[in-house]
Each structure stands twice: as C-alpha cells, then as structure tokens.
C-alpha cells in the first residue's frame, strides 16, 4: 500500500511538471509570437530616441515617453527615481517572486556623423563646453527593447506567477564630478525593494556582433572602473635655467612609465585583463616656463577586487616614491566609480536555456571577459543578475570594420532588436515560471 502511494504521488508529481513545462513551452512561444509583432514599435521608438538624444540626469523628455507608454499598459509607474528615471511594476496573474529587467538612457557628448535620416543634430552643455549630443552606445535600442519588452508581458500577465518591474536607469554613462547618479543612486533609492527584487537582467546592444547572436559570461564580464588622478607639485623656474627647479613635468613623466609596469610586470594576466590609463596631462602655460605643478587623471579597469586592490596600492608606491626620487612630492587620489560586473554563476547557468531557446543554441556563445564598464554591477552586488550583450552587427560584416561604442560613427542593425525583445520577455517568464534550479 505504501509503495503504491509513493508511485502514485511520483506519477502525479512527473505529471504536474510535464504540464507545467508544457505552459512553459507555449508561453514562450507567444512571447516569440508578440515580439514578431512588436518590431515596428520598437525601430520607431529606437530613431525616436536617436534622434532627441539627452545627457545623463537630464533624460527628460526620454522619461515622458517612457513612462507614457508604461503607464498605456496599465502598469504601476514611479517616475523621477534617481532624478529622471522611471520604473514600471508589473503584477502577473498569479503569486510568485519577482523579476527585474533594466535599460539605460542616457546619450554620450559626441557630434554625429552618420548620414541617417533620424541622425541626431542635438547640443547641449557639458562640463562647461558646446557639445554634440548623440546615443554612441546603443542606449537608445535598450529602451525600446525594453519598452517592447513590457508591452510583450503586459499581453500575457495573467500567465506569469509573479511580478516584473521594468527600470529605465538615467546616467549609466556617469553623472557629473560631485553628483551622484545611475544605477548606484537607483539602488540607494530603493528601486531593488517595494517589491523587493529576486534577480535582475539587462542586455547590451555590440556593435561588433552579428544580428541574431547572443553572447554571455559566467563571472566577471565587464571590469570595474576607478578613476585616478595624481598631482606632482616641485619647484617652478625659468626654462632656460632647469637647475634652479625640481622639474614636476619630467617628474609625470616618469611617472606616467612607471604606472606601465603595473599591468606589464605586476598583475597575473593569464588570470585576469587589467588597465591602466593615463587620459590627461595638464602642465604649464608657457613653453619657457617650468611649472611648479602637474596634474595627470586616467582610468582603472580590473576584472576581480583583488587585482583592482593590488592596482590601487602599486598607483599610490610608485607615483609618491618616484616623486620622492626627484625631490617632488606626488598627491594621489583614487575614485572607485563602478564595480565588476559579475554574472551570478548559478543564475547564468539556469538561464543559458532560456537564451539558447530564444536565439538558437549555435547562435548563443560564451565570451572572454571585456574591459569596458557598466554599472549594472550595483544591482548585482544586491541581488544575483545576468547582463548579457545582443548582436547589432549587420550579417556578414568583418567586426573590424564596424565602428566602435563611444564613436561619432557608431551605428547598428535594426533587424537585431526583435531578438532583444524576445530575450527580454523570455528571460522575465522562465525566471517566475516553470524552469527552477
């Protein structure tokens, strides 16, 4: 009798996750289905953004629209969450965890030039100067990626065991010196709570990546990033008579060598990538005249904690013992601005079959790590997340022709968005439902 009850409740079990693999496999399909659809909407709101492109902390306009549309489907919507970001709740049809998807908004102080016919001619101010103004990296596709995506799960929320909450972030790109801002201030502000978040997704459009293709990383994907600057003070002289200095321009100088040997000679590269960069270099007014100060900024990248640690320690020995060997003094100031961002390994594999699913598994490939920044991060130090890049690369194209993120010539393959969506959609829906560790 206690044999038979077993093999019954084990019949009943096997049965009930067959059924619920079997919803699983048909919402999935409606999801691709509704993301088919939504691809007009979707390029349409992307050369929207495009064209009327705004800065970090002052993506105003960009919010209205947003959160029009979020509000259009009957979700909850907060706006002004770290300034000008905007979140959207919503509730699915039966009780569950909840599941947060992100998309950033700012554009870049870069001019265009790209003959497009939604090319952006937008200006503004930025650190005092006339700039250009222009989505350089692809925020403009994450947005209407994102609002597809809720449109998408806004038709079958009566499907999904649990809530999704929808966050366009402001200011990914980084707010101004002394302002606070991003994910960092989204997440002060509690975007992760109310309700409180169980996992967290984002995707970022690569240029250098053919439509139709995903590409991930268990780990350490993205490195953190630091900013540095070091002011050498010595003796300032005319230029005719260097003796009567202690001479801070040849002093940076040496510096600048010397924090070379940082990543060539000090940190385990088969390990890990790392960089350090010296971007400026600001001395004197005169070409006779020696300063009596110099002042060098530049960026950290490190792909682990221990490395960026080790980094920070070596800027500080080498700069202040060099300086000392001139008879200079070195003031080094070191600003963590983003962490790594990490991909949740368990998280990561749990879900590499919903994106396998949703691109075909021969276009889903894991990839090395990259030395570019993204502060997703703070959301993964709070909760586990998986940040993953879409391809919008045109098919065929030798990735070393295409231009770069951060460029005036950056620009993408629509036909890529779709999949984007779908991802999206796909990744929210298996997360609530059937699909558990």
């Not at 699983?24 to 409606?30: G, I, K, S, V, Y």
């Not at 970090?56 to 306009?61: A, I, P």
């Not at 002004?80 to 908004?105: C, E, F, H, S, W």
């Not at 250009?132 to 925020?139: D, E, S, T, W």
Request: net charge neutral; hydrophobic share 45%.
């Amino acid at each position: 009798m206690r044999f038979g009850t077993i093999l019954f409740a084990g019949i009943l079990l096997n049965t009930i996750g067959l059924t619920a693999q079997a919803q699983n496999t048909a919402l999935n399909a409606r999801i691709a289905q509704l993301s088919a659809q939504q691809e007009s909407k979707v390029i349409a709101w992307r050369r929207d953004f495009h064209e009327h492109p705004e800065l970090g902390n002052e993506e105003t306009r960009t919010a209205g629209i947003i959160a029009a549309h979020l509000k259009k489907l009957g979700l909850e919507v907060q706006t002004g969450v770290a300034r000008t970001g905007v979140v959207g709740i919503l509730r699915g049809g039966k009780p569950g965890p909840v599941v947060a998807l992100r998309a950033d908004m700012d554009g870049l102080p870069i001019t265009e030039a790209n003959e497009l016919p939604f090319a952006s001619k937008a200006t503004a101010t930025y650190l005092g100067q006339p700039v250009g103004v222009m989505h350089a990296c692809g925020h403009d596709t994450h947005m209407a990626m994102l609002m597809g995506a809720a449109e998408v799960l806004s038709q079958v929320k009566k499907d999904l065991p649990g809530t999704v909450k929808f966050i366009f972030q402001p200011a990914e790109e980084g707010s101004l010196p002394g302002v606070e801002g991003g994910a960092k201030l989204m997440v002060k502000e509690g975007v992760l709570d109310k309700p409180k978040v169980d996992a967290v997704f984002g995707v970022h459009i690569n240029a250098q990546t053919e439509v139709g293709k995903l590409t991930y990383r268990p780990g350490g994907t993205m490195a953190s990033s630091d900013r540095f600057t070091i002011k050498v003070s010595g003796k300032g002289a005319h230029g005719a008579y260097p003796w009567n200095s202690v001479d801070p321009v040849v002093t940076a100088a040496q510096i600048i060598l010397g924090l070379q040997t940082i990543v060539s000679r000090q940190v385990k590269l088969i390990d890990d990538a790392a960089v350090v960069t010296v971007g400026t270099l600001n001395a004197g007014v005169r070409y006779n005249v020696i300063p009596p100060d110099v002042e060098m900024s530049g960026t950290i990248r490190a792909l682990n904690t221990d490395v960026q640690k080790q980094i920070w320690a070596s800027i500080r020995r080498i700069a202040t013992n060099i300086a000392e060997s001139a008879g200079a003094t070195a003031e080094v100031t070191i600003e963590p601005y983003v962490p790594v961002t990490s991909n949740d390994p368990a998280l990561t594999a749990r879900m590499l079959p919903t994106l396998q699913a949703a691109a075909g598994a021969a276009n889903v490939r894991e990839i090395k790590a990259v030395t570019g920044a993204e502060d997703f991060a703070y959301y993964q130090e709070k909760v586990p997340g998986l940040f993953l890049f879409v391809g919008g690369m045109k098919k065929g194209q030798d990735p070393a022709t295409a231009a770069d993120h951060h460029t005036a010539g950056f620009r993408l393959d629509e036909s890529g968005l779709t999949l984007g969506v779908k991802t999206l959609a796909t990744l929210a829906a298996d997360y609530l439902g059937a699909k558990k560790p």
